[in-house]
Nanobody, 115 residues
Framework: QVQLVESGGGSVQPGGSLRLSCTSDSIIFSIYAMGWYRQAPGKQRELVARISSADSTNYADSVKGRFTISRDNVKNTVFLQMNSLKPEDTAVYYC?????????WGQGTQVTVSS
């Protein structure tokens, strides 16, 4: 059974930073495109950032310049560095691994930005 394990969520004040991590030992990590999605209450899940197996990245417009996605294929881990956090970034953040028709999700980690 494929498992993606997220960590690093929590509560932070506006303007603060968090770093999310997602790791998996049950897939050939390096061949997967890895992504971070988020879902706020009452809203649809949306793409935050994605990094391909070739390290190309793309971001949602709302996080460009504030969030950075990266990966470490030796540690089988993808990271999401989130800076200058805003209350509207509050959501459950999900890790995703995708390779052609193979698509896996983590259990989600809560990020709350509030003063």
């Amino acid at each position: 059974q494929v498992q993606l394990v997220e960590s690093g969520g929590g509560s932070v004040q506006p303007g603060g930073s968090l770093r999310l991590s997602c790791t998996s030992d049950s897939i050939i990590f390096s061949i997967y495109a890895m992504g971070w999605y988020r879902q706020a209450p009452g809203k649809q899940r949306e793409l935050v950032a994605r990094i391909s197996s070739a390290d190309s990245t793309n971001y949602a417009d709302s996080v460009k310049g504030r969030f950075t996605i990266s990966r470490d294929n030796v540690k089988n881990t993808v990271f999401l560095q989130m800076n200058s956090l805003k209350p509207e970034d509050t959501a459950v953040y999900y890790c995703n691994a995708q390779h052609y028709l193979l698509n896996y999700w983590g259990q989600g980690t809560q990020v709350t930005v509030s003063s």
